[in-house]
């Protein structure tokens, strides 16, 4: 049984911040990328990072890029995001994700596995 398991959300001030971390079990060993993505309350679930566990490629949202760093750990089912300077427009629940689909990795439709989230507050 596929399991993601999220941590390290939490409450923040405005340009403080946080890191996440996933791990994965159960995966299938084609797993292609691992990715984050975040839904705000009455919104979609937006896509944010995504870590290719193969070569190591990253992709970022434009709102986030330059301030998100997502990275993979030294198990190949980890992933981190590191957030930092955090916005009151960050605030949502983050979910990990994992696909063994090769193409349009920055939409939700196409990952298999998904975490439960977690919770990420940034106040004014």
């Known amino acids: 049984q596929a399991k993601l398991v999220e941590s390290g959300g939490g409450l923040v001030q405005t340009g403080g911040s946080l890191r996440l971390s996933c791990t994965a079990s159960g995966v299938t060993s084609n797993t292609y990328a691992m990715g984050w993505f975040r839904q705000a309350p009455g919104k979609e679930r937006d896509f944010v990072a995504y870590f290719t566990l193969s070569r190591g490629s990253v992709d970022y949202a434009d709102s986030v890029k330059g301030r998100f760093t997502i990275s993979g750990g030294d198990a190949r089912n980890t992933v981190y995001l590191q957030m930092n300077s955090l916005k009151p427009e960050d605030t949502a629940v983050y979910y990990c994700?994992?696909?063994?689909?090769?193409?349009?990795?920055?939409?939700?439709?196409?990952?298999?596995?998904w975490g439960q989230g977690t919770q990420v507050t940034v106040s004014s």
């Open positions: 994700a994992a696909t063994t689909n090769t193409m349009g990795i920055t939409s939700a439709s196409v990952y298999d596995y």
